[in-house]
């Protein structure tokens, strides 16, 4: 065990380029979205879920502010007969500011020299992990089972309890143990149950455990990557935690916290006033300044721009996630002007929803399969927002064979509008075969 990563704070290596420059990964600058589509009753109410004993005080983070966004689809103003799922939405969004708490906390740990590189672990693919991935795991598992206690509550999720089990997994354990519980402890401030008493380190092995649905196409099932983008979350940069509800393969609700996400764009020309959409919604993150307060959301819109010459378009920071070479050849091809925003994790998904860029693509090495809690929560936010997000052959996502994207064609392709949507899928088609991908 034991990663060759090397941890500095605040160094983002091949991160974010110069614009817009309030977007590096230094946390205290930033703010963070979530995400959600309306449900039948607007923004949820601020009842809080469980009868919340007093507020549990902390240290208070000064100058930070937060946002976040949601989506939730289904209820819709009317119903129409589809179904209201403003309950699991305001359980959802409330579950990810607790999460997005817990790995604030760790990244902090992480970026204070010679103090948590204990807490980064390689898996076997050499991708790290870390004490805030098993960590919101086990809090989403708990919050969610003590929510919806007359349900089954089934959780697709991406880390397994393996290594926090093996022998010399013990320190690890307690470092979870004690994220978890220093968390959970919290959860009346956002409207949740705290456990009567701490949870020991076989509760939280059991709650790691419990995310062990493999999905498919009928039923109900939760999707979560507690640290999506994990890499960009030990090099203090960007990352998302991105929990969504799959009921019957289809994506019905989204939430994506982004903790290191900043608010604002600088210099924004961007107008945010599409008219069929609407459904899709950002908030400020609430740390230690009281409960919720849902009067802070606001409704989110992709982009207006249609022009490839004023789009931006984005990408994983690592090359070995998505060839940056085949994407300059679409980008020069459709007559992209700007330089790509090179992001980690889902917040590329926030970015296009939000209208801080027009185009997303992604193309993996051959024989990588897309995994659904990489992609869900973010796609049903761009969708929601006015978006268009598919496969480089145009057809939906499909999230009801598994865990994996099966039957992905070459790569996904996000954009702000059809039109250039088409246009980058026309590109694909014309380069593809002169291609090495
Ligand atoms: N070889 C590969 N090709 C494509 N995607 C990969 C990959 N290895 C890992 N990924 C996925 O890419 C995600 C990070 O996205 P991005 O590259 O856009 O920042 C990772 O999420 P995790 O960090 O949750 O494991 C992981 O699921
Ligand atoms: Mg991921």
Known sequence: ????????????????????????????????????????????????????????????????????????RGGGIGGGGRRDYSKEMEVAVRVVQ????????????????????????CKLDRSPVTVADWGVQAI???????????????????????????????????????????????????????PEKELGAHDILQAIRKCS?????????????????????????????ALALIEDGEVVLGVLGCPNYPMKRSGSTTTNDITGCGQAWMQPLVHDFGKLNWRNSREIHVSTVSDPVSATFCEPVE??????????????????????????????????????????????????????????????IIQEAGGVITDAGGRPLDFSRGVFLEGLDRGIIACSGALLHHRITGAVDASWNSSTL
Not at 49 to 64: E, F, N, Y
Not at 186 to 192: C, F, M
Not at 228 to 240: K, P, S
Request: charged share 20%; with cysteine.
């Open 98 to 121: 607790a999460a997005c708490t817990l790995c604030q906390r760790v990244q902090d740990s992480l970026l204070v020299p010679y103090s948590g590189s204990g807490s980064v672990h």
């Open 213 to 241: 649905s493999t999905g498919g196409p009928k039923g109900r099932f939760w999707v979560l990557d507690p640290v999506d983008g994990t890499l960009g979350f030990v090099r203090g940069d960007q990352y998302a935690i």
């Open 319 to 380: 090359k070995a996630n998505s060839s940056h070479s085949f994407t300059a050849g679409l980008a020069h091809s459709v007559g992209l002007r700007k330089q790509p925003l090179r992001v980690y994790s889902m917040v590329k998904y926030a970015a296009i929803a939000r209208g801080d860029a027009e185009i997303f693509m992604k193309f993996a090495k051959a024989g990588y399969k897309e995994k659904i809690w990489d992609h869900a929560a973010g796609v049903v």
């Open 1 to 72: 065990m034991g990663c060759s990563l090397r941890l500095s704070a605040w160094a983002a290596a091949g991160g974010f380029p110069p614009s817009p420059s309030d977007w590096r990964g230094r946390r205290r600058l930033h703010r963070a979205p979530l995400a959600r589509r309306r449900c039948s009753a607007g923004a949820p109410s601020s009842t809080p879920l469980a009868a919340p004993p007093s507020l549990v005080a902390s240290r208070p983070r000064a100058g930070t502010e937060h946002e976040w966004l949601w989506d939730c």
């Open 140 to 194: 989403v598992s708990w919050l969610l089972s003590d929510c919806f206690q007359d349900e089954h509550v089934s959780i697709v999720a991406e880390e397994d309890d393996q290594t926090l089990s093996s022998s010399n997994g013990a320190a690890l354990l307690d470092s979870v143990v004690a994220a978890v519980n220093g968390c959970l402890i919290e959860a009346p401030k956002y409207g949740l149950r705290s």
